[in-house]
């Protein structure tokens, strides 16, 4: 999740009775004489992420016949509700959608689809009313607690072969939304199964990377003895790599999230960026795809929600590095 798109958490909805009482608005038939239907696609940002969603759902609706109409909120809420009545005007099937702001931002435009009696399914993060039954028809997201345990797994071997089993480590996280703390936890679990030694001697809020930057300078120069770091997002990971950088430590840095920028710093020469942990989009749309087409139909997805796991980008295996810069 990149700084930016940990803004959001969202959430869509659709009654069974509804869709069971007339056949969907938008629906039409294909040469094979099958339904084919109009999927509205709420994104709150453009980055690579994102555009994976939205590649993997267009690939899996073309297959069926199908049509995405992809609205940007540029993770604004005012642009959400009005690009949301848009696409309930325009009478679509139903709705994949990752709010602009918060669970709690976009509830109020998350029910004014479910009094539309159109079925929405929640993708990316979705906490409290955004994963609730009486709201959404799916939620498909990623296991943020895995994208934690993802890194802290390498982060373990790590410290085992060459910190002496010891480590003192400082944290910048994104407290302020539950999934970084699910993050987070995942981390510190998968170091304390591994039976390493680690004293956490900082932990500071920071998932900007103007921000973060300068947050991890201070966290180094007063504890010295830092000897690992690690982030609970794109923003805070890239930060630390910099503040690093800055200080000429050589001190190894365990991050969350994948962008091209943190692939290019998993490549770069400077051994500092070891491993990240970043979100399958994908693996996502491919859920969401397949509970939205459930609930259009008016089946019920059970279980309501899917939890997808990271992928772990480690310096140690170039391939995949490259392999994800290639596309």
């Avoid at 297959?63 to 679509?92: F, M, W, Y």
């Avoid at 689809?113 to 990316?124: E, R, S």
């Avoid at 201070?218 to 003895?225: D, E, H, I, R, V």
Wanted: proline share 4%; aromatic share 4%.
């Amino acid at each position: 999740m990149t700084s930016r798109r940990l803004i959001g958490l969202v959430a869509v909805a659709a009654t069974a009775t509804a869709l069971g009482a007339c056949s969907p608005a938008n629906s039409g038939a294909g040469a094979d004489g099958k339904s084919t239907y109009t999927i509205g696609l709420v994104l709150p940002q453009g980055d690579k992420y994102f555009q994976g969603i939205q590649d993997g759902l267009k690939a899996a609706a073309k297959a069926d016949g199908n049509e995405i109409v992809v609205v940007n909120t540029n993770n604004d809420a005012s642009t959400e509700a009005s690009q949301v009545q848009n696409l309930i005007q325009r009478k679509v099937n139903a709705i994949v959608m990752q709010p602009a702001t918060s669970s709690a931002g976009s509830v109020a435009t998350m029910k004014s689809v479910t009094a539309a009696h159109i079925p929405l399914i929640c993708f990316g993060n979705c906490t409290d009313q955004a994963a609730d039954p009486s709201i959404v028809k799916g939620v498909a997201q990623s296991d943020n607690t895995a994208l934690g345990t993802g890194t802290g797994d390498v982060a373990a071997k790590y410290i085992k072969a060459k910190l002496g089993g010891k480590a003192v480590v400082g944290m910048l996280n994104c407290d302020s939304f539950e999934v970084c703390k699910l993050r987070k936890a995942g981390f510190k679990d998968a170091l304390a199964k591994a039976g390493v030694q680690v004293q956490y001697v900082a932990d500071q809020e920071g998932f900007l990377p103007d921000k973060a930057t300068p947050i991890a300078t201070n966290m180094l120069s007063a504890n010295p003895n830092i000897n690992l770091m690690w982030s609970a997002n794109e923003g805070g990971t890239i930060g630390i790599v910099t503040a690093v950088k800055n200080s000429r430590k050589s001190i190894p840095v365990f991050g969350t999230d994948i962008s091209d920028e943190l692939a290019r710093h998993l490549q770069d020469s400077n051994n500092i960026l070891q491993a990240t942990t970043g979100q399958d989009a994908q693996g996502t749309a491919e859920k969401a795809y397949a509970q939205v087409i459930k609930a259009i139909k008016g089946e019920a997805n059970s279980p309501l929600e899917l939890l997808v796991p990271g992928i772990t980008f480690d310096r140690a295996n170039p391939d995949g590095i490259s392999k994800y810069l290639a596309g």
